[in-house]
């Protein structure tokens, strides 16, 4: 066996990481394999067998993380409900009139979707194939259009029913309902920015979102208010149904998942949307997202195990602490790494890999635990947007017309100024905590 020092495996360990994930292999083989090779070639053979046994079985025997399956169900089968065309129809009528009008309804949609659906691919997809090709033919920037398809979409992951808080809350030790509740805000911070920099753009530069025509949006107020609250009722049902079931203490995050997905199935009905082929489709779906979260998450598990063996996990700690600036330059340089480890990394690994070891340094820099979380899954949502890995990229780009003329570029520079806003709403929230404490504060024990 080799003996180093603790140092040199944490930097080989997470060479051995970026490496293999630039080379293109999947993310759960790569870390799979450092592990297997970082434990065989250090600890031995029946050392490394054992802590990779046991990491995974205890990670997929966790309880919460049946929440998983339940909320990908719930967001799956919504996405077939046609729920989020209604509200779009609806909003075009309201919104339309105003510059960038269209992009803030795209923004207030999947701010509204986020709420319900809680997987990146399900909502990006649904704002893309429902809001681009509207705003496109609008003559809106086609940048502007598709970057608001991209974080709009991606909010889904961060406001709660989130599959990443669900994911996060059993890898730090905290109450998912806890981290649900502290994510609200923040997610519906972003979502001002977001519409807040549309308005703006949309003043200084008027051809960026041109106004709708009036007579492709003139309808009586009473039609107008009736399509909207007919459109808003089916998903602040659901949000009641899962949320509300959390809050006030009626069910943990586990039990309300079941009855999401219960809620969303009943929905896609009232909608006259189900059918066997669709709980085919969404089963196929739940099961392949399920499958490839809890792989790559078994694969960094059992690596981190590895890791804490082999005392990197200290050395990791004694870096962050002895940053300059006091705790405050080491939150800065946690923040700084995810950020950079967003370019490379599926957000799946970066949780496992890095909430197990960063998370116990939160009490130690005296921050609090809901606080600390929220502000990495807030960063997260760079990750979706930031090349050369950026999913909501690809999902835009995959799912957007052919004939509407998109390109990967104009994607890419329409979501820049976005990435710029998320600096800020983290800035906002270390300004005020209070954004993500206060409702997690509030909560029926």
Not at 35 to 44: E, K, N, V
Not at 176 to 197: D, H, R, T, W
Request: proline share 7%.
């Amino acid at each position: 066996m080799i003996e180093a020092s603790p140092e040199l495996l944490t930097l080989a360990i997470f060479g051995g990481i970026l490496v293999g994930v630039i080379t293109g292999y999947p993310l759960a083989i790569v870390v799979g394999a450092v592990a297997l090779i970082a434990g065989m070639t250090t600890l031995g053979w029946d050392s490394t067998t054992q802590i990779l046994y046991q990491r995974m079985y205890t990670l997929v025997q966790s309880y919460s993380l049946l929440a998983v399956p339940l909320f990908i169900f719930m967001g799956v089968m919504l996405e077939s409900s046609g729920i989020a065309e209604k509200l779009y129809d609806s909003l075009y009528v309201w919104l339309g009139g105003l510059r960038g009008g269209l992009a803030i309804a795209t923004v207030l949609i999947g701010t509204l979707m986020a709420a319900c659906v809680g997987v990146i691919a399900a909502s990006v997809t649904m704002l893309t194939l429902v809001a681009l090709p509207s705003m496109v033919k609008r003559n809106y920037d086609k940048g502007l259009a598709a970057g608001v398809c991209a974080v709009g979409g991606t909010l889904g992951i961060l406001i709660p029913p989130s599959i990443m808080l669900v994911i996060y809350g059993p890898m730090a030790q905290i109450s998912v309902g806890k981290l649900f509740m502290g994510a609200i805000l923040p997610g519906l911070l972003l979502a001002v920015l977001y519409c807040g920099y549309i308005g703006i753009r949309c003043i200084v530069q008027p051809t960026a979102g041109p106004p709708v025509p009036i007579e492709h949006r003139n309808q009586p107020l009473a039609e107008k208010t009736r399509m909207l609250l007919v459109s808003l009722l089916p998903p602040l049902l659901l949000i009641l149904a899962v949320l509300g079931s959390i809050f006030f203490g009626i069910a943990p995050p586990t039990e309300a998942a079941a009855i999401g997905a219960l809620a969303a199935t009943l929905l896609v009905m009232a909608q006259r949307k189900f059918s066997f082929a669709v709980l085919k489709r969404v089963s196929i779906e739940t099961l392949r997202l399920t499958a490839l979260a809890l792989f790559i998450g078994a694969m960094s598990y059992a690596l981190v195990g590895v890791f804490m063996m082999l005392g990197c996990g200290e050395v990791i700690g004694n870096i962050v602490l002895g940053m300059p600036g006091g705790r405050w330059g080491a939150f800065a340089a946690i923040m700084f790494v995810i950020f950079l480890l967003g370019f490379f990394i599926d957000w799946i690994g970066i949780l496992f890999i890095i909430v197990p070891i960063v998370s116990p340094l939160a009490p130690t820099l005296g921050f609090d635990p809901v606080w600390f979380g929220i502000m990495i899954c807030v960063n997260l949502q760079m990750a979706f947007n930031t090349p050369p890995l950026a999913p909501a990229i690809f999902f835009v780009k995959g799912c957007a017309p052919d004939e509407l003329g998109v390109s990967t570029a104009d994607i890419i520079r329409g979501i820049i100024p976005f990435v710029g806003l998320i600096i800020v709403g983290l800035a906002i929230c270390v300004i005020f905590p209070q954004i993500i404490t206060y409702l997690p504060s509030l909560m029926i024990k």
